[in-house]
């Protein structure tokens, strides 16, 4: 039987590139004469932008500390251990650039036991344990907090998670045993289950405090020193830590039953883990943690050894690290700086754009359009959400006031943008309109004002044709919600030059969006891939296939809403635009369906109605349809689904629309929501073996995105 050294040891010869996370321990005195205190650090040596993580070595040098105090607890030496992280940071987690590297299970499952091994000593210390959450904490890093006896959390917190899940794991290291029997079933299914499947839901300090997960709350400015004096209140009895008794009957059922509806309606089965640790829960009600830690340990080694962790780790690292390097960017010293910003056209999109352009880069923000009463109307819907934030809570009086002063409408163009930097358009998707609009501003906007388009299919460099200065023009397209959809295509027209392209990225940067160079290309990267999708799904309606299996054969890719429900929120009249653009520039494979063309006819907002509450086909939209007789099963329905978007991939990617097949993974993740346990969608089809069937070759090599060889 290899020892937790051993164990650990071994790991770290895999993982020879680790950043290690030391654990330093220190001694002081505590307040009210209580007693010698251990505490000890967890730091990296990093400052908070490079967070404290656990890999093998890590938990190696927590294990070295532990022993240390263990043997002072012994002799009688401290009264009690303190954890504690760095400043803004306790810990984060396993170090997921080590679980890339694994490529035997026996190596995944010493890395479960080597984890359970070393936080599960925090509680049998002789002494009694204090966690003391004094910055963000997830996964490894809440777990390790849940061995120990007490916990404090700081208000400061602004991320506190189990992210497992949402990535394609399971809290292994204690949190699905440990957390349920803490603060019950119910908590503890939001916490692993909920928060997580709801695009990584972070938790706030309070909210920790509210949950129950820690035992005192204090304000982050003087946290430890509150909460070591809170210890010593502990440990002389002053102060008695109660908590409320966990419901292990009917309620612990219920709330299981509850996260695997939750786990149905994100991921429709399509994912393991979030069943796998809904199981483990399941088991933790009689208490047994021992059998609890085995069964996270073996959950572990299985989902490290399959395809979905290794694709929701490849999409994490698309959000959090190619996102911020974006590929074929320009020098970011060619920016031009942006003081003023203009915005043509006053609907929701373009009032949606003054919000957030206002709100980022603080900075004057004008509207025009072709009338005051438009102008007005949407002046009036910026003002009403800033108001909605201030009565949030997330802006102050000041700050609203200040946003307000900030956007301001004119119908006047020369007055409005004669002063601008970056002008964006936003008006009717029809290339006579975009380039008439163009023409107007470009009469009146300084010389080194960047004019921006807003459009989702049409080609930014016929819009700049007619201009003298075709090179100023960018394509700047948005996805719906703006404030919730991260992605922003940055599109490159023919003549578009660096300095333009480059104030674009630094634009979408200060908007906090995620930037991707596209090529100037039909409907670009994620309507393009869409409109594929959503067009052999109409096609297969179209020849005769019920409405219902074509919608349920997708469901095993586990997307956020079904193909006629996300055509919904497109809304259609947009859906048979694009598609017309596409087929147009594409006709041999994309099609514009007739039944669809009746619907935007008949003015219907989608083929659904809602008035039970859950979708049903709406009579209306039945009536309209003209199928033909060929009737697919679900599994060809797929099958062609899979196929189409897979060549349409293929042939972006000859195209040169985006510089690598991981761009068109970041585009789908961030602006569609595609779940990260597909990985976007070219691992999905890598994995599913359509890549070789319709391409001859896969879009990422083998280890990427995938276990590799041992």
């Known amino acids: 039987m290899s020892t937790t050294a051993e164990l650990l040891k071994g790991a770290a010869e895999l993982f020879p590139d680790e950043v290690v996370t030391q654990a330093h321990v220190r001694h002081l005195e505590l307040p009210q004469d209580a007693g010698t205190f251990a505490l000890i650090t967890l730091d990296n040596g990093l400052d908070h932008t490079k967070p404290t993580t656990f890999g093998p070595q890590s938990l190696a040098n927590l294990d070295a500390a532990i022993d240390q105090v263990e043997a002072e607890a012994a002799e009688g030496k401290i009264v009690g251990v303190g954890l504690t992280g760095k400043p803004f940071i306790f810990a984060v987690g396993a170090d997921l650039k080590g679980v890339e590297l694994l490529a035997r299970r026996e190596d995944a499952l010493a890395i479960g036991k080597g984890g359970h091994d070393v936080f599960k000593r925090l509680a049998a210390l002789s002494v009694p344990t204090f966690a003391y959450y004094n910055g963000a904490a997830m996964g490894g890093g809440v777990e390790v907090g849940l061995h120990c006896t007490y916990r404090t959390v700081s208000k400061a917190i602004p991320a506190f998670s189990l992210p497992e899940v949402f990535l394609g794991l399971v809290p292994g290291w204690g949190g699905c045993a440990l957390l349920p029997n803490l603060i019950g079933a119910d908590r503890a ?87 796998r640790a809904l199981d483990i829960i399941s088991a933790a009600r009689n208490g047994d943690l021992r059998q609890g830690f085995d069964a996270e340990s073996e959950a572990l080694a299985d989902l490290i050894m399959g395809g979905e962790l290794r694709s929701g780790i490849y999409a994490f690292n698309l959000v959090q690290k190619r996102a911020k390097r974006p590929a074929g960017a320009p020098d970011k010293s060619l920016a031009r700086p942006v003081s003023k910003v203009g915005v ?52 102050n009086q000041d700050k609203a006031n200040r946003l307000k002063a900030a956007v ?11 002063d601008a930097d970056f002008v964006i358009e936003a008006v009717f998707e029809e290339m006579g309109v975009k380039q008439q609009v163009f023409a107007e501003v470009e009469a009146v906007v300084p010389e080194h004002a960047i004019l921006a388009t807003n459009t989702s299919s049409l080609s930014v460099s016929e819009m700049a044709s007619k201009l003298k200065h075709p090179e100023r023009v960018v394509g700047f397209h948005f996805f719906n919600p703006v404030a919730v959809l991260p992605l922003l295509e940055i599109v490159r027209g023919e003549r578009t030059d660096d300095a333009s392209l480059a104030t674009a990225f630094g634009v979408a940067k200060k908007l906090k969006k995620t930037a991707v160079l596209v090529k100037d290309a039909p409907a670009f990267v994620v309507n393009r891939i869409l409109t594929r999708f959503l067009g052999e799904v109409q096609n297969v309606i179209d020849e005769g296939t019920p409405v219902a299996v074509a919608e349920k054969a997708v469901e095993p890719l586990g997307l956020p809403m079904s193909p006629l429900v996300l055509l919904e929120l497109v809304g259609p009249a947009i859906g048979l635009h694009v598609s017309e653009t596409l087929a147009a520039a594409f006709p041999d494979r994309f099609t514009v369906s007739e039944n669809l063309a009746a619907v935007v006819k008949a003015g219907k907002r989608g083929f659904y109605v809602y008035d039970s509450g859950k979708p049903e086909l709406d009579p209306e939209v039945t009536a309209l349809l003209k199928q033909g007789d060929t009737v697919l099963t679900e599994e060809q329905v797929r099958g062609r689904v899979l196929d189409a978007v897979a060549q349409e991939i293929g042939i972006m990617l000859d195209e040169g629309v985006v510089a690598e097949a991981q761009d068109i993974d970041l585009c789908l993740i961030t602006g569609a929501g595609w779940p990260f346990h597909l990985g976007g969608i070219t691992p999905y089809l890598d994995r599913e073996g359509v890549s070789e069937r319709v391409n001859g070759k896969r879009f990422l090599p083998p280890g990427v995105a995938s276990v590799p060889a041992a």
């Open 408 to 418: 301001t409408g004119s119908l006047d163009k020369a007055a409005a943008f004669g």
């Open 344 to 395: 043509v056209g006053a609907g929701l999109m373009a009032s949606q754009l003054a919000l957030l352009f206002a709100r980022r880069l603080e900075v004057p923000v004008v509207l025009t359009d072709i009338d005051q009463e438009r102008v007005d109307k949407g002046v009036a819907y910026v003002h009403g959400e800033i108001d909605k934030l201030l009565g949030k809570g997330r802006i």
């Open 189 to 275: 299914v939001s916490v692993i289950i909920e928060n997580s499947l709801n695009q990584n839901r972070q938790l706030k300090g309070q909210q920790v405090f509210d949950l129950g997960i820690a035992d005192a709350i204090f304000e982050g400015a003087d946290f430890l020193e509150r909460s070591l004096a809170w210890t010593a209140s502990v440990l002389t009895g002053e102060t008695q830590v109660s908590r409320p008794e966990v419901d292990r009957g009917e309620a612990w059922d219920r709330a299981v039953e509850r996260g695997r509806a939750v786990a149905d309606s994100k991921v429709h089965g399509a994912a393991p883990a979030a069943y």
